[in-house]
Nanobody, 126 residues
Framework: QVHLVESGGGSAQAGGSLRLSCAAS????????MGWFRQGPGKVREWVAT???????SYVDSVKGRFTISKDNAKNTLYLQMDSLKPEDTAMYYC????????????????????WGQGTHVTVSS
């Protein structure tokens, strides 16, 4: 059974940085997509970034140039480095994983993913 555990959330000032981690276990996919979604207060869950097993990455426009998704295969850990944080980045951040063909752009729709972590909360104050 695949298990995802997020950590690293907390509070930051606008312009600051945080790094989220997602420890993954129990998966045996040879090719996959891993990603981060977020859900702000009173908002629907939205896609933030994804990374394929080949290292290809995609980002929602609102975080391009500020957030970096990466993974450490040896540690089975997904990261999200968040720089130049804005108050609108305040949300619960969730990581996710699914099997997916290599070299095909990872999906960005929530319904495409069924395995989720419990989330880690990020608060950015102005």
């Amino acid at each position: 059974q695949v298990h995802l555990v997020e950590s690293g959330g907390g509070s930051a000032q606008a312009g600051g940085s945080l790094r989220l981690s997602c420890a993954a276990s129990g998966y045996t996919y040879s090719s996959y997509c891993m990603g981060w979604f977020r859900q702000g207060p009173g908002k629907v869950r939205e896609w933030v970034a994804t990374i394929g097993s080949d290292g290809s990455t995609s980002y929602v426009d609102s975080v391009k140039g500020r957030f970096t998704i990466s993974k450490d295969n040896a540690k089975n850990t997904l990261y999200l480095q968040m720089d130049s944080l804005k108050p609108e980045d305040t949300a619960m951040y969730y990581c996710t994983i699914r099997w997916y063909p290599v070299a095909v752009l990872c999906p960005s729709q929530q319904y495409e993913y069924s395995i989720w972590g419990q989330g880690t909360h990020v608060t950015v104050s102005s």
